[in-house]
């Protein structure tokens, strides 16, 4: 029972490493959409909905900094009680 915040921190970093990964591997080709004067709106439109990554990468990496901040509240709180 000691060990369980550090064992829930190396999991968040874990996490937030694999989310990172991805969230690269999410998105397609460069970050940048380059948008022509010339397009139309819907061209514009559908260019841009393209390039959203999904949200699987953020929502690990954000499940990670969860575990992160509550190894570090589970440390914090039995400092002081």
């Known amino acids: 029972m000691i060990a369980a915040p550090w ?3 190396s ?3 874990a996490l937030v490493i694999l989310g990172y990964f991805l969230a690269a591997l ?3 080709g460069s970050s940048r959409t380059f ?3 010339r397009l139309s709106d819907k061209e ?6 393209e390039s959203q ?3 699987l990468g953020s ?3 954000l499940l990670g900094l969860l575990a992160i901040f509550v190894s570090i509240v ?5 400092l002081f009680l």
């Not at 514009?44 to 909905?49: D, G, S, V």
């Open 59 to 61: 929502l690990v990496s």
């Open 74 to 78: 589970w440390r914090l709180v039995r």
């Open 35 to 37: 948008i022509d004067p």
């Open 44 to 49: 514009i439109a559908r260019r841009m909905r």
């Open 7 to 9: 064992y829930l921190l």
């Open 26 to 28: 999410g998105s397609r």
């Open 11 to 13: 999991g968040g970093i």
């Open 53 to 55: 990554a999904s949200p």
